[in-house]
């Protein structure tokens, strides 16, 4: 079996809205594990609704 490994990014936001994600996650409500897991999926919410 072959593992092919993603390869990642580093993006840099502004603390306001890191610190706004930190809440989201403190609250474990929405089950996210970290805060890259949820930018990536609003990444890709994102670009499916610009790819409309």
């Known amino acids: ?3 092919v490994r993603k390869r990642y990014v580093n993006v840099k936001i502004p603390i306001e809205l890191a610190d706004e994600v930190d809440k ?3 609250k474990k409500l929405l089950g ?3 805060r890259a897991e949820f930018v990536a999926e ?3 919410d994102k ?3 610009v790819k409309k």
């Open 1 to 3: 079996m072959i593992l």
């Open 24 to 26: 989201i996650l403190e």
């Open 32 to 34: 996210y594990r970290s």
């Open 42 to 44: 609003a990444v890709r």
């Open 47 to 49: 670009l499916i609704q």
